[in-house]
């Protein structure tokens, strides 16, 4: 059997999951995951009905959903900021791209 090894990197700021393989002393890497692109209506809609709970920063690949989950939105102040930038284009994916 071929001796195969397996390192996985998570990589945050991008969102992206990579698998490093040596094979047969060749390297691969592998792109496993990327968000999809997320409508800006959609994000809209998302936000304004439960914006608290952090779902549409999930949705667009941030990291850091759950401290809105556990605060509430910021007991509401941050789902507004987040509300107000999706509707100017200032909240990006988290990886950078542009809402579609």
């Known amino acids: ?6 390192l996985v990197l998570f990589i945050n700021y991008f969102g992206l999951l990579t698998i490093e393989c040596i094979f047969n002393k060749k390297f691969y890497t592998f792109i496993m995951s990327e968000k999809e692109l997320q409508s800006k209506t959609t994000m809209i809609v998302v ?5 608290g709970l952090g779902i549409h920063r999930l949705l667009m690949g941030h990291k850091n959903w759950w401290l809105m989950l556990i605060t509430i939105g910021g007991c509401g102040i941050w789902t507004l900021i987040d509300f107000i930038m999706i509707l100017t284009g200032n909240l ?6 542009d809402l579609k």
């Open 92 to 97: 990006k994916m988290a990886d950078g791209r």
């Open 47 to 51: 936000c304004f009905f439960i914006g």
């Open 1 to 6: 059997m071929q001796n195969i090894r397996w």
